[in-house]
């Protein structure tokens, strides 16, 4: 998101503040100083995590700073789901397995850890999906039922609050 | 209040030992097993029947069957405690049936009748002004039906999940504690007598799944038979899988799970921190419950054993008394 705020002292730390009071995670902060023809006032530019449904606690805390926030970009995978798959994951294509899921474009395999049993039998692998929202990461772990009985593996999905 | 004990197992000697070791006011004056029968209106020696099948005989005479218990003998519950049969829910069922026509109350353990016929059952109960109770059939010793029922009438539930089957659980705790394999552990169950020489209906997900139906069809007015549950067990569950699930503070549990506004009934191992409620140890069962008055609730206890199934079919007894029965 791109942030306005006074050229004074101390600005940028107060804007940053309710950031990790929110449980947010900051990527890159981006510093402007040629800016706006007023000069009394600086561009910043934060690159965010943010826990689900907390950007709008964070937009009031800005506001209660004094901050004005000029734009907020597009939210990205930032709900995480992981789940654990048995079976004979390498016979059946690994890789396009997890394609499935990155060909949605709103979900995406970020981790995937294997483990190779002895030969012949099931491996067990942990996959971690990220998502948009939780409603894609829905949707993905249903790619994943689905792929999961033509090839023939054990997906264990996680126990999910309702 | 005098009851006709059907069955004379695990469950069965059960209730005969907590009725020779309390001051219940119950007098068995009919019982059975699967080869014989007694009636005596006066009241059963129950400690020389427990003593018969202690020796490996019969529990009465060979020419009184349980069916001539239920239809003759003189008394006010029928307590129904023989195997469960998924498929026909017999003969239990029909036992059931002839003692509501003859305006007897009736007691279960067995899941077959209460998943298979609860509507029909319910109807002929009502019909013949008697109690058709069945708190021993989900969840062992924890009172569940009767706080569903009772406890937290007047909520709606939106979900109900949680462990419904000891044998798995027993089965995910060692694997996860030792590193076995699932035959390790399904091995070591069996030693211990939690699992049966044949595991399927607890492994598959059978057991859960019909605790399931009846909690469906009896507490939240759903129409469901065991096909409608999406099912899988535990038989393919990997000691790897296990500790992928430990690097990250989570385990694996067969959950039972029921949306009631998706319709939805599902059996299957989850993913689940190590610090949920429901991660409980061994043969443990546990039931969260998801209510908009009452808010959340989870119930843990055991959920088998002979002693503690007894409780739930005690707990049945005395609720009738107290309510309907006159005398003792
Ligand atoms: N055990 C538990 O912890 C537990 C917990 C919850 C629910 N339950 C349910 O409670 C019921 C009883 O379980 P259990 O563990 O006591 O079983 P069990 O130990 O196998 O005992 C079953 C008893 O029923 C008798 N029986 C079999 N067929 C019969 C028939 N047609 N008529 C009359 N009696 C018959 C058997 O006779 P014989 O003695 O001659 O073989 C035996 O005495 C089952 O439906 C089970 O699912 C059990």
Redesign the pocket.
Known sequence: MKLEMKDQPGQLVAALKPISAVGGNIIAVIHQRETSAAAETLDVQIVLELPEGRLDTLLELFREQGVSVVRIGEERLLYECTLIMIGHLMHTDLSDTVDQIDRTGSAEVTELSLVMPAIDSPSSARITIRSTTRAEAKKAIGILRGVAERKDLLIIEPLEDA | MRIAL?????????IARAILAKDLSITVTGL?????GLIDPDGIDLAAALAR?GNGD??GLPDTS?ADVVAKADYDVLVE????NVETAE??LG?IREALRRHKHVV?????PIAIAYPELRALAEANGVFLKYE??VC?AIPLIHALQEGLAGNTISRLYGVFNGTCNYILTRMAAEGLTYEQALAEARELGYAEADPTYDVEGIDAAIKLVILANTILGMQTTLADVERTGITLLTPDALQLAEDQDCTIRLIGEIVPEAGALRVSPRLIPEVHPLVVEGTLNAVSVETDLAGELTFIGK????T??AS?VIGDLLYIQSRHVQGS
Do not use: I
């Open positions: 059907l069955g004379f197992g695990s469950v069965g000697r059960g059975a097993d699967s080869r014989s099948k019969p529990c349980p405690v023989t195997p469960t003969p239990a036992h279960t353990s067995n899941k077959g021993a059939t062992g959920g088998a054993g002979s503690e199934t739930a």
